[in-house]
């Protein structure tokens, strides 16, 4: 770098390129250069929307219609996420991670303790834990009539497709109410009163009915009756 002095002779100053470039970046980084420059999330966020300009302009211009059919396609997609949020609800999983699915995530109770369970949060309003209990007390219920075996880590929606196969009039409202409480458990949905009473009359209608012979059962047992 060289300069022109301002002495007589106009002697030219040589500089050397390094030390100038330092000189002049310890000058431009003073603080007077900076006081209207964006700090650091301004930064970020005009970064931000850079890549999103850049990202809409390379999809609309591998979109047929360009920017009018890729706001077409982002609002198809949103409708589409949208609706299956509303239909499926928030996930929600127990944290303890010990029960699953399953339907019982507690020690063993009888049938009449699920129903008694389930009759004082319905007192109290806690509709969503009432469905559960008396979900419970008809799976149970149907295991101390040896119509459903025992078996740990069963699913609500296990147990209603089993016990729609011995009780068929009962199959849809077996299924609602399985979908129910795993909508109230799962599904992060609140329950009402109509859909407590819904299976409460449920459990009241299983009490009641015989159950029905499979064909494969009924089979079974004529082959191998005594002659």
Request: proline share 7%.
């Amino acid at each position: 770098m060289r300069l022109t002095g301002g002495t007589a002779g106009d002697v030219p100053v040589d500089i050397p390129r390094i030390p100038a470039q330092e000189a002049a970046e310890r000058e431009l980084s003073k603080p007077m250069y900076h006081e209207n420059d964006p700090n650091l999330l301004q930064r970020g966020l005009n970064a931000f929307w850079d890549w999103i300009g850049r990202l809409f302009d390379s999809a609309s211009g591998v979109t047929p219609g360009g920017v009018v059919g890729l706001v077409a396609v982002v609002v198809v997609v949103l409708a589409v996420i949208g609706a299956l949020w509303w239909r499926l609800g928030t996930p929600h999983r127990s944290p303890s991670g010990t029960g699953g699915d399953a339907l019982f995530d507690d020690g063993p109770r009888t049938a009449a303790e699920h129903r008694e369970a389930a009759a004082r949060h319905a007192a109290a309003g806690q509709w969503n834990q009432a469905v559960q209990e008396r979900m419970r007390a008809i799976v149970r219920s149907l295991e101390e009539r040896a119509l459903l075996d025992p078996r740990p880590g069963r699913t609500a929606d296990e147990a209603a497709a089993e016990a729609g196969r011995s009780m068929p009039a009962h199959a849809d409202g077996l299924r609602s109410a399985a979908r129910a409480f795993d909508d109230v458990t799962y599904g992060g949905r609140t329950a009402d009163e109509p859909a407590y009473r819904r299976v409460e009359q449920l459990d009241t209608a299983v009490e009641r009915t015989r159950p029905t012979l499979e064909p494969a059962a009924v089979s079974t047992a004529f082959t191998e009756a005594p002659r």
